[in-house]
């Protein structure tokens, strides 16, 4: 029997079904809404942290490798009579009578020497100068400023050193990332090479990247073995040989820099295991040079090449050799063609993980290494405690982050960073 529907009824059926459709969709947008927020919650903790203790550092580090600042807040009359300044002859009255009205403020700031410190940078001697020309302002008396100075020192009458005053003036300076490439700039502000006995980074960038590939490469020729290793033993043998190789991380790394120095010293086991056994009549220097540097950098950097390429080995199917085996390739031929491609993608994790770690290393090198064989590192702690000088060692910080992604890049490239396995 048929039932019959009127139009309205149809219709409000109709209206019925697609207000149901939009407060399904928007029941939907509002849950998804709640999903996301709730996910979000659950990861801003680990968001901030990230944002604090590594993203914020290497912004302020990047802002500090080229912010200007020391002269401009200081001596802000000198940079306004400046830029009167035609560049060209010694300055007029007007810039030494500003010069000295700054003066007169750093001195009761006590920050003369702080100005003075940031000019001997490119100029030096700078600092003592100036030190010399706040002795002459608390001494009294008036102008013309500009015969006093000349009076009290010839320099402050250089056309160039006046340039480089008013070129530190500028909120930005390209002057440490500059120096930390070995370059300079004159005093008409061109780009040119810095003189020899002060070209000292470029070399120190170059030691760090070739000693970070030296330990890359000691860490891949012993921890393969070892990881190979760990991936055939029974379980029982696996679990002792990986307690082995994590029972380094039950100490720090100072205590272990500590005890290669016990071992390697002249007067060490080392040398006297060699002496004991007759493979030497003296005793080697093993140590405070490269050799000792590269091997306690390779013992400690050893768990983190092993560990990525053991992870991958584990996956590999057994069944993969003996299929080789079974069409008729050796057992050198199977492990080379067929085993170790299989490999290379914790190959690939652990030597850039390895080689990433070892360009910032500092209390190894400093403590093992002789003084050709510093890396960057050293220097930035150099500059940073004992020279005070934060600009140079941002920059030389900036620029090796720079290496470092340039390398990733290059990796990416060649090999492919979705290829790298962890785990």
Known sequence: MAIAIDGSEAESAKAGAGFDRTSLKTKLRRAERVNRARSFSLVAPLL???????????????????????VRDTMPATMAALQQWDGISTPDEAVFAAFAQDLVQTQKDRTTAQVGKRINYEVPGARSRFLKAGRLIDAGGGG????????????????????????????ITPYYLLTSLDLRQDAAGAVMRNFEDQSIFVDIFFRTIWISFLVTVATLVLGYPVAHLLAILPPRHANVLMILVLLPFTTSILVRTTAWIVLLQSNGVLNDIMLALHLTTERAQLIFNRFGTVLAMTHIQLPFTILPIYSVMKSIPASHLRAARSLGAGPLT??????????????????????????????????????????????????????MNWGQASALGAILLLITLALYWVFNRLVGIDKVKLG
């Open 48 to 70: 901030l942290f990230v944002l604090a203790v590594f993203a914020l550092p290497i912004g302020l580090m990047l802002v500090r490798a080229v912010e200007n600042t020391e």
């Open 144 to 171: 013309p400023w500009k015969e006093k100075f000349l009076a009290s020192d010839p320099e402050w009458g250089s056309v160039d050193f006046w340039a480089i005053m008013k070129r530190a003036g500028n909120p």
């Open 334 to 387: 199977a492990f080379t063609t067929v085993y170790m491609p299989q490999t290379l993608p914790g190959v690939g994790a652990g030597c850039l993980l390895t080689f990433i770690l070892s360009l910032g290393y500092y209390i190894t090198p400093a403590l093992v290494g002789g003084p050709q064989d510093q890396m960057v590192s050293y220097f930035v702690a150099l500059y940073t405690n004992r020279e």
